[in-house]
């Protein structure tokens, strides 16, 4: 029962990420591709913000860098499709999300803290080491899927078995604290 809660929560907060299909800029070398962090309240680009992706032929690998949140436990859920041609339009949409079309997964990325004097944080992360999926069964199509990356946060203050459990699962230190995802990143898949 408690993983059902889990899914619900997880698509009514994440939902409003595919809301910004106009907002996508990104650019790609080879395997690597990097795009602008939207702020997810008004999906202004989050200035001096960057995050990447590398596509290997065993893994996606990834790299947040942010800033605007001193001294909170974030975390980063890999959201996408296997197959983005299944959607209806340019990118996929939060209700392809919901219905799961086009294998859609999302899945735990990483955790880390913000720096309270600078709110910078950076985190990092690898789809073949995810311990939690909230969507779907994840990554399966490394080459070919569209990938959003998005930063949720766990608020602040907490410590021990609380701060473990906000820096690696979706909704670890809430309650106490309320978690919301404020930033995005999207990459559109490749050309095949």
Not at 113 to 132: F, K, L, P
Request: overall charge negative.
């Amino acid at each position: 029962m408690k993983q059902g809660t889990i899914i619900v929560t997880t698509r009514a907060s994440l939902l409003a990420v595919f809301m910004v299909s106009g907002c996508v800029d990104s650019t790609r070398t080879t395997d690597h591709e990097t795009s602008k962090v939207l702020n997810l309240s008004d999906y202004s680009v989050v200035p001096g913000a960057r995050a990447t992706i590398e596509r290997k032929s065993d893994r996606l690998e990834f790299e947040v860098l942010t800033h605007g949140m001193p001294g909170a436990v974030y975390t980063v859920w890999m959201c996408g499709w296997d197959d983005p041609s299944a959607c209806a339009a340019t990118h996929c949409t939060r209700e392809e999300l919901e219905a799961e079309i086009g294998g859609a997964f999302c899945q735990y990325g990483g955790g880390a803290i913000a720096d309270e004097a600078s709110g910078r944080v950076m985190i990092s992360g690898r789809s073949d080491v995810s311990s939690e999926r909230v969507i779907g069964d994840g990554l399966d199509n490394i080459p070919g899927a569209e990938i959003h990356l998005v930063v949720r946060s766990h608020g602040v203050g907490l410590t021990g078995a609380e701060l473990w459990a906000a820096l690696t699962s979706f909704n670890g230190g809430c309650p106490p604290n309320t978690c919301i995802d404020e930033q995005a990143a999207i990459f559109i898949a490749p050309a095949q």
